[in-house]
């Protein structure tokens, strides 16, 4: 679904009810768009997203009996379209500095 590096925009960004803000202090906000950094897969329970412009304080997560940044779920984003026409850019570009070999070749 999501790959490390993937851009996403942010489609749900309500806070859970009952919870403690100040646990997560930094939240998501609806319609920005973000980079994946990293994943928790919780022990198989459910997987988080960790975003490159969100951070958070190392929390206890009581349910893993650990402690580790809280993540977001990831049904709380889509995938960009920058993020798929990048990764489609990726993997036919040319490097850039063989680009400008070329091109002094050409001039030459």
């Known amino acids: 679904m999501f790959e490390i ?12 009810t009952g919870k403690n803000p100040n ?5 998501v906000k609806d319609s920005i768009e973000y980079t994946i950094r990293g994943f928790h897969d919780n022990d198989n329970i459910v ?5 490159e ?5 190392m929390t206890p997560i009581p349910l ?3 402690w580790q940044e809280p993540a977001f779920a990831t049904w709380r ?12 850019e990726d993997e036919d570009a040319m490097p850039r500095e063989l680009q400008e070999m070329l091109e002094d070749l050409e001039l030459s």
């Open 5 to 16: 590096g993937d851009k996403v925009k942010c489609v749900n960004a309500v806070r859970p």
């Open 77 to 88: 984003f889509e995938k960009t379209a920058s993020a798929e026409v990048a990764s489609e």
């Open 47 to 51: 997987v988080g997203v960790l975003l």
């Open 53 to 57: 412009e969100v951070t958070n304080p």
């Open 23 to 27: 646990v997560v202090p930094n939240w």
């Open 64 to 66: 893993i009996n650990r």
